[in-house]
């Protein structure tokens, strides 16, 4: 598998992953800084990548555009250096690789990890998936879509 490691994370993430086997590269050395993450988003899609991010936009980003790819993983927690998670990086890595190759969100904090297929119910508009017999529209107090804990804010649970 191959990841794209986004400016959030830091460039320490490349070798960590390289030398457990994976192909890592850094934002910073194939693209601009301050692209937009649609131009991420595009970019990895274009070439086969894996996004490694600890910015949430890329799950909405993700519903929006109602696509199986690129994979996203993304990193919740204070600490994101490969010293501090990348024990429990490497675990959601592995246990999710089928997902991962065939299009997943992929949400990873220090205790565990969680895995939304994609695309999303939401942006692809699946009555057996949206199916709902409450009148109430189908999203959050978030403006997001409903049930899907993953979009939330941190601590808004």
Do not use: C
């Not at 649609?38 to 600890?54: K, M, P, R």
């Not at 990873?108 to 297929?117: A, E, G, P, Q, T």
């Amino acid at each position: 598998m191959k990841f794209l490691i986004d400016m959030n994370l830091g460039p320490l993430w490349v070798p960590f992953l390289a030398n457990q086997g994976f192909e890592a590269v850094h934002w910073s050395t194939v693209g601009q800084p301050g692209a937009p993450d649609s131009e991420i988003l595009d970019f990895a899609a274009a070439n086969g990548w894996i996004v490694f991010t600890h910015d949430l936009d890329f799950g909405m980003l993700l519903a929006a555009l109602g696509t199986n790819t690129p994979s996203v993983i993304q990193v919740r927690s204070q600490d994101v250096l490969p010293s501090a998670i990348g024990d429990v990086v490497l675990r959601a890595i592995r246990t999710a690789e089928p997902h991962l190759k065939a299009g997943a969100l992929v949400t990873v904090d220090s205790f565990r990890h969680r895995i939304r297929l994609l695309p999303s119910a939401l942006a692809r508009n699946d009555p057996t998936l949206l199916a709902n017999t409450d009148p109430a529209p189908l999203v959050n107090r978030y403006g997001l879509p409903a049930g899907n804990k993953l979009f939330l804010p941190a601590g808004k649970r």
